[in-house]
Protein backbone atom coordinates (compact mmCIF):
# COMPACT_ATOMS: atom_id res chain seq x y z
CA UNK A 1 0.00 0.00 0.00
CA UNK A 2 1.65 3.39 -0.55
CA UNK A 3 2.22 5.71 1.73
CA UNK A 4 0.46 9.13 1.99
CA UNK A 5 3.56 11.09 1.26
CA UNK A 6 3.92 9.05 -2.33
CA UNK A 7 0.72 9.69 -3.30
CA UNK A 8 1.08 13.17 -2.60
CA UNK A 9 2.50 15.21 -6.17
CA UNK A 10 5.81 16.78 -5.68
CA UNK A 11 5.01 20.57 -6.22
CA UNK A 12 2.00 20.26 -3.86
CA UNK A 13 4.26 18.82 -0.69
CA UNK A 14 6.97 21.91 -1.69
CA UNK A 15 4.35 24.51 -1.15
CA UNK A 16 2.75 23.21 1.37
CA UNK A 17 6.37 23.02 3.35
CA UNK A 18 6.83 26.56 2.13
CA UNK A 19 3.93 27.80 3.56
CA UNK A 20 4.97 25.98 6.87
CA UNK A 21 8.00 27.81 6.83
CA UNK A 22 6.57 31.38 6.20
CA UNK A 23 3.77 31.00 8.90
CA UNK A 24 6.35 29.68 11.30
CA UNK A 25 8.75 32.52 11.18
CA UNK A 26 5.40 34.93 11.21
CA UNK A 27 3.81 33.44 14.30
CA UNK A 28 7.50 33.43 15.79
CA UNK A 29 8.04 37.09 15.13
CA UNK A 30 4.69 37.92 16.23
CA UNK A 31 4.95 36.03 19.58
CA UNK A 32 8.69 37.65 20.13
CA UNK A 33 7.57 41.15 19.83
CA UNK A 34 4.56 40.40 21.85
CA UNK A 35 6.69 39.33 24.42
CA UNK A 36 9.20 42.19 24.21
CA UNK A 37 6.54 44.63 24.72
CA UNK A 38 4.47 43.25 27.48
CA UNK A 39 5.52 44.92 30.68
CA UNK A 40 5.71 48.23 29.17
CA UNK A 41 1.98 48.05 27.57
CA UNK A 42 0.44 46.72 30.86
CA UNK A 43 2.02 49.84 32.61
CA UNK A 44 0.58 52.08 29.67
CA UNK A 45 -2.79 50.39 30.11
CA UNK A 46 -3.02 50.71 33.39
CA UNK A 47 -2.38 54.14 32.98
CA UNK A 48 -5.00 55.04 30.60
CA UNK A 49 -7.53 53.11 32.70
CA UNK A 50 -6.64 55.19 36.02
CA UNK A 51 -6.71 58.73 33.93
CA UNK A 52 -10.08 57.52 32.94
CA UNK A 53 -11.44 56.79 36.14
CA UNK A 54 -9.72 60.54 37.39
CA UNK A 55 -11.61 62.04 34.17
CA UNK A 56 -14.76 60.15 35.68
CA UNK A 57 -13.71 61.59 39.27
CA UNK A 58 -12.87 65.06 38.86
CA UNK A 59 -15.81 67.66 37.78
CA UNK A 60 -15.75 69.21 34.17
CA UNK A 61 -15.96 71.89 35.04
CA UNK A 62 -12.50 72.44 37.00
CA UNK A 63 -11.10 72.89 32.96
CA UNK A 64 -7.24 72.79 34.37
CA UNK A 65 -7.32 69.07 35.43
CA UNK A 66 -9.55 67.99 32.92
CA UNK A 67 -7.26 69.47 30.24
CA UNK A 68 -4.13 67.97 31.93
CA UNK A 69 -5.99 64.48 32.14
CA UNK A 70 -6.81 64.28 28.76
CA UNK A 71 -3.42 65.59 27.19
CA UNK A 72 -1.48 62.66 29.52
CA UNK A 73 -3.93 60.28 27.58
CA UNK A 74 -3.19 61.26 24.43
CA UNK A 75 0.69 60.82 25.10
CA UNK A 76 -0.23 57.79 26.42
CA UNK A 77 -2.06 56.21 23.25
CA UNK A 78 0.59 57.77 21.20
CA UNK A 79 3.47 55.95 23.10
CA UNK A 80 1.00 52.75 23.14
CA UNK A 81 1.28 53.27 18.80
CA UNK A 82 4.80 53.79 18.79
CA UNK A 83 5.50 50.34 20.49
CA UNK A 84 2.93 48.23 18.76
CA UNK A 85 4.95 49.31 15.53
CA UNK A 86 8.37 48.77 17.00
CA UNK A 87 10.12 46.25 15.13
CA UNK A 88 11.37 43.14 16.94
CA UNK A 89 14.77 43.69 19.27
CA UNK A 90 15.97 41.14 22.01
CA UNK A 91 13.98 43.26 24.86
CA UNK A 92 12.76 45.95 26.90
CA UNK A 93 15.21 48.36 28.30
CA UNK A 94 15.37 47.96 32.34
CA UNK A 95 15.36 51.40 33.35
CA UNK A 96 12.70 52.31 30.66
CA UNK A 97 10.55 49.24 32.14
CA UNK A 98 10.73 50.21 35.48
CA UNK A 99 10.27 53.94 35.19
CA UNK A 100 6.68 52.88 32.81
CA UNK A 101 5.84 51.08 36.21
CA UNK A 102 6.53 53.81 38.81
CA UNK A 103 4.26 55.93 36.53
CA UNK A 104 1.72 53.06 36.67
CA UNK A 105 1.87 52.67 40.45
CA UNK A 106 1.42 55.84 41.19
CA UNK A 107 -1.07 57.04 38.19
CA UNK A 108 -2.92 54.12 39.93
CA UNK A 109 -2.61 55.16 43.44
CA UNK A 110 -3.91 58.63 42.40
CA UNK A 111 -6.93 56.96 40.99
CA UNK A 112 -7.96 55.51 43.94
CA UNK A 113 -7.26 57.73 46.09
CA UNK A 114 -7.74 61.21 45.16
CA UNK A 115 -5.70 64.19 46.50
CA UNK A 116 -6.90 67.43 46.87
CA UNK A 117 -7.02 69.63 43.40
CA UNK A 118 -4.38 72.14 44.39
CA UNK A 119 -1.67 69.70 44.66
CA UNK A 120 -3.15 67.23 42.11
CA UNK A 121 -3.02 70.42 39.17
CA UNK A 122 0.86 70.31 39.79
CA UNK A 123 1.79 66.95 39.61
CA UNK A 124 -0.23 66.33 36.35
CA UNK A 125 1.57 68.99 34.87
CA UNK A 126 4.89 67.20 36.30
CA UNK A 127 3.44 63.68 34.88
CA UNK A 128 2.07 65.43 31.78
CA UNK A 129 5.73 67.15 30.81
CA UNK A 130 6.85 63.59 31.43
CA UNK A 131 4.91 62.19 29.17
CA UNK A 132 5.37 64.45 26.50
CA UNK A 133 8.95 64.23 26.42
CA UNK A 134 9.06 60.21 26.18
CA UNK A 135 6.14 61.06 22.80
CA UNK A 136 8.70 63.80 21.73
CA UNK A 137 11.92 61.31 21.50
CA UNK A 138 10.05 58.34 20.26
CA UNK A 139 9.22 60.24 16.86
CA UNK A 140 12.41 60.91 16.16
CA UNK A 141 14.31 57.47 17.39
CA UNK A 142 14.06 55.95 14.21
CA UNK A 143 11.21 53.06 14.80
CA UNK A 144 12.61 52.91 18.72
CA UNK A 145 10.29 54.41 20.91
CA UNK A 146 12.22 52.78 23.78
CA UNK A 147 15.04 54.53 23.05
CA UNK A 148 17.35 55.85 25.84
CA UNK A 149 19.61 58.60 26.89
CA UNK A 150 23.06 57.95 28.47
CA UNK A 151 23.59 60.29 31.38
CA UNK A 152 26.90 60.99 32.67
CA UNK A 153 27.03 62.53 36.01
CA UNK A 154 29.94 63.25 37.50
CA UNK A 155 30.40 64.91 41.03
CA UNK A 156 32.64 67.64 42.13
CA UNK A 157 33.35 69.98 45.24
CA UNK A 158 32.86 73.86 45.62
CA UNK A 159 36.29 74.04 43.69
CA UNK A 160 35.40 71.93 40.90
CA UNK A 161 37.26 69.26 41.73
CA UNK A 162 36.50 65.91 41.10
CA UNK A 163 35.12 64.27 44.28
CA UNK A 164 34.03 60.87 43.78
CA UNK A 165 32.53 57.74 45.56
CA UNK A 166 28.90 58.83 45.50
CA UNK A 167 26.06 57.07 45.15
CA UNK A 168 23.47 59.02 42.40
CA UNK A 169 19.96 58.69 43.26
CA UNK A 170 16.92 59.67 40.62
CA UNK A 171 13.21 60.20 40.66
CA UNK A 172 11.04 61.42 38.11
CA UNK A 173 9.92 64.46 38.85
CA UNK A 174 6.63 64.36 39.09
CA UNK A 175 7.00 61.32 41.30
CA UNK A 176 9.29 62.55 43.93
CA UNK A 177 6.88 62.35 46.84
CA UNK A 178 6.86 58.77 46.74
CA UNK A 179 10.37 57.80 48.08
CA UNK A 180 9.72 53.71 46.90
CA UNK A 181 10.18 55.61 43.31
CA UNK A 182 13.90 56.50 44.13
CA UNK A 183 16.16 54.45 42.28
CA UNK A 184 20.30 54.58 42.09
CA UNK A 185 22.40 54.55 39.25
CA UNK A 186 24.67 51.55 39.06
CA UNK A 187 27.92 52.67 39.66
CA UNK A 188 29.39 55.29 41.61
CA UNK A 189 31.00 58.18 40.82
CA UNK A 190 32.52 60.11 39.00
CA UNK A 191 31.68 59.89 36.53
CA UNK A 192 28.33 57.39 37.24
CA UNK A 193 27.09 56.29 33.88
CA UNK A 194 23.53 55.22 33.27
CA UNK A 195 21.13 54.95 30.17
CA UNK A 196 17.66 56.64 31.21
CA UNK A 197 14.05 56.97 29.66
CA UNK A 198 13.30 60.46 28.17
CA UNK A 199 11.64 62.46 31.02
CA UNK A 200 12.05 64.86 33.83
CA UNK A 201 14.30 63.92 36.84
CA UNK A 202 15.57 65.15 40.41
CA UNK A 203 19.12 63.86 41.00
CA UNK A 204 21.23 64.07 44.21
CA UNK A 205 24.20 62.02 45.34
CA UNK A 206 24.70 60.63 48.64
CA UNK A 207 28.00 59.13 50.43
CA UNK A 208 28.45 57.57 53.91
CA UNK A 209 26.28 60.73 56.10
CA UNK A 210 26.68 63.45 53.27
CA UNK A 211 23.77 63.89 50.89
CA UNK A 212 24.01 66.82 47.76
CA UNK A 213 21.50 69.11 47.38
CA UNK A 214 18.51 67.57 45.23
CA UNK A 215 19.42 69.23 41.52
CA UNK A 216 16.71 68.99 38.14
CA UNK A 217 17.40 67.76 34.79
CA UNK A 218 15.28 67.38 31.63
CA UNK A 219 16.54 64.20 28.99
CA UNK A 220 15.34 64.73 25.86
CA UNK A 221 14.17 67.87 25.14
CA UNK A 222 17.45 68.73 22.70
CA UNK A 223 17.13 65.08 21.12
CA UNK A 224 20.22 64.21 22.27
CA UNK A 225 21.55 60.37 22.76
CA UNK A 226 23.49 61.57 25.46
CA UNK A 227 23.62 64.18 28.45
CA UNK A 228 26.53 65.30 31.04
CA UNK A 229 25.81 66.30 34.40
CA UNK A 230 27.49 68.06 37.70
CA UNK A 231 26.37 67.21 40.93
CA UNK A 232 28.31 69.58 43.39
CA UNK A 233 28.95 67.95 46.38
CA UNK A 234 30.22 69.15 49.94
Request: hydrophobic share 35%; aromatic share 6%; net charge negative.
Amino acid sequence: MPTLTTSIPGHVLRLATLLTAILSISTGTSFAQSGQTQDSMKSLDAMAQAIERLQGTFPEKNDEIQERLEQIRAHIMALQKAIRLRPPTPGEPRAYRENLQSFARVTVALSEHPPTMDSFAEQLRLIEQDLSLKETFSSSSRGEPLSQIEAVIRTVDKDNRENGGYEIWYVPKGLEDYSEEYKRFDNLSTPAVMSLPPGNYVLWATKQNVTSDRRPLSLGEDGKSKREFTLVVK
